[in-house]
């Protein structure tokens, strides 16, 4: 088994004044060549964006692009026709495959929204753009890990173009858990939302990441309340 450790207060930092963001891959203004992905997984920022404000309309191909709000509700327009709301409670996934634009803005004036910003490199390129989003609040199951994306339309949750597995956890008691990976050439990404959690015996506090490789399962131990987002994806592709 192999790991890496990306403690909360290493991660890089962007303040543009309506958008505060921390870096845990190389992304605009923060660049660390040591830093530039985990296998499949390209970026994961964590976004801070103030009411009323966000991204204008820009382009994005060949990736798969995964937005959790954590905090508040976020407005997303698009080129394929797509227009509504996201917000905490809800997973929305974009294939951008040949190219699609979009813009998202804090739909709320009067108050920040927290926003999980993931892209995955897909195992097909050129696929035609579509949307997906779904409400995974009603998938939660408490002190207990639930799928909300997969490879498989079929599944629980989103799917994407790539062999990855997403689940989270919302943990309001002690609790031991065993995370058994689909695929054995994949690894894992750990990143705690909330509280702290113990994987493996090393201990992670909130906003933490650990990545994990070259093993079969990994074991998760809670002690106090937290919220953690378990990513498997591929290490070659």
Partial sequence: MKKVI?????????DYGWLKVNYTF????????????????????????AGGFGFSKHPHDNMEIITIPLKGMIEHKDSMGNQGTIEAGEIQVMSA????????????KNKDAEVLQIWIF???????????QVEIQNLAKENELYQ??????????VWIHQ????????????KEEIYKLHKEENGIY???IEGEIEINDE???KRDGMGIWETSEISLKNETNSKVLIMEIPMHF
Avoid at 148 to 157: C, H, N, T, V
């Fill in 26 to 49: 190389s992304f605009a203004n923060y660049f660390n060549p040591e830093r530039m992905n985990f296998g499949a997984l390209r970026v994961l920022n964590d976004d801070k964006i």
């Fill in 122 to 132: 897909p195992n097909k390129k050129n696929v035609n753009p579509r949307y997906d």
């Fill in 190 to 192: 750990i990143f705690v």
């Fill in 163 to 174: 062999n990855a597995w997403f689940h989270l956890a919302n943990y309001t008691k002690r």
């Fill in 148 to 157: 909300i994306l997969s490879p498989y339309a079929k599944d629980q949750g």
């Fill in 203 to 205: 201990k992670l506090s």
């Fill in 6 to 14: 990306y403690k909360a207060n290493s991660r890089g930092t962007g």
């Fill in 97 to 108: 495959g040949t190219g699609v634009y979009h813009s998202e803005f804090n739909k709320n």
